[in-house]
């Protein structure tokens, strides 16, 4: 009989306790150990663990992950890769070096459709991708954010630690968009005003309402609306994409189905397995099998969109100027 991967986290959260409730359903897999974020090192040194799920606020995302790729512990990191461009590379520097498995939570690349979707588009110009995130706030976090004294915000609503909803909600729209179209060489964003999952709560740095155009490399654009809103509005996660001869509906969590018409037929498609659970489940195949090919979204693929969401966010601190994330010769 094999013997189970024991498993790791730093970070205690409500993310890591839906890791460990997924975990639990899964065979010959062990939790043994469980840190906070400022104890990683302890984790590291005083348990033996065979990966480490890092599901810490995103700035604090480097040290758990260099740690343990330094030591040659695979890694399943929460989104986003990191808060900076330097925690970005410090990371993707590591699991290079590493040659270690390392996966990064981007579970939309974990959808099952998502191949015969890219094969479908990629002779076909795509023109628009227009994203719908409209998420509800997580249970409790309404609370924490009416609650919070004036100046010291929960870490979630902290634009420092967390990036707010750009980098929470917003990057798996951009990381999708991504998967689908492309390298991207332009990014804009513009925030609103209104008070929504905010409402009632002190005055905070990070925005309820976001709006961000991306400029692919074939000339698509990319739209995503995101809205932060309290717990009693239903949430919605749609990716419309507009392409020659083709027009299609991804309709994500919790139906995880395409829609829509190519070439005047009609086109159905759903997913077999949760991409999260999906997701997960390729991340301990990689870590049994010691291939750090087979997660869906490596390191690299994930400081594509670090790169785009810090644009987004110059953008919004350059009064929505559009910024230029082509590379010089």
Not at 71 to 79: Q, S
Not at 88 to 102: D, F, H, L, N, Y
Not at 163 to 181: K, P
């Amino acid at each position: 009989m094999t013997a189970p991967l024991r498993i790791g986290f730093a970070g205690a959260g409500a993310v890591a306790r839906r890791h460990m409730a997924l975990l639990g359903e899964l065979e010959e897999v062990e939790v043994v150990a469980v840190r906070d974020e400022h104890d990683e090192d302890r984790l590291l040194e005083g348990e033996t663990i065979d990966a480490l799920f890092v599901c810490t606020p995103p700035g604090a995302h480097a040290e758990p992950t260099v740690a343990a790729l330094r030591r040659g512990v695979p890694v399943y990191l929460e989104k986003p890769l990191a808060r900076t461009a330097e925690d970005g590379e410090r990371i993707v520097s590591a699991w290079k070096e590493s040659g270690t498995v390392c996966a990064v939570g981007y579970q939309w690349r974990a959808l099952d459709f998502l191949d015969e979707v890219r094969a479908g588009l990629e002779d076909r110009g795509v023109g628009l991708l227009v994203s719908r995130n409209v998420s509800a706030a997580e249970g409790g976090r309404v609370e924490q954010l009416r609650s919070a004294a004036p100046g010291r915000p929960p870490w979630f609503a902290d634009q420092r630690v967390s990036g707010g909803i750009l980098f929470e909600l917003g990057s798996h729209d951009i990381d999708l968009q991504v998967a689908l179209a492309g390298p991207v060489v332009s990014a804009q964003a513009a925030a609103g005003d209104a008070a929504l999952a905010q409402a009632g709560a002190p005055a905070s740095d990070v925005e309820d309402v976001l709006l961000l155009t991306l400029r692919f490399a074939s000339g698509a654009l990319g739209t995503i609306a995101v809205v932060w809103t309290g717990a009693d509005v239903p949430e919605l996660f749609e990716l419309d994409v507009f392409a020659e001869s083709a027009s299609l509906r991804m309709d994500l969590d919790p139906r995880f189905e395409v829609s829509g018409h190519v070439d005047g037929q009609r086109v159905s498609m759903t997913v077999a397995a949760h991409p999260l659970r999906r997701s997960v489940a390729r991340f301990l195949d990689a870590v049994r099998a010691g291939d750090p090919s087979l997660p869906f979204c490596s390191p690299a693929d994930a400081r594509q969109t670090l790169e785009i969401a810090l644009a987004c966010e110059r953008s919004l601190a350059e009064g929505s100027k559009p910024i230029d994330l082509r590379r010089s010769p």
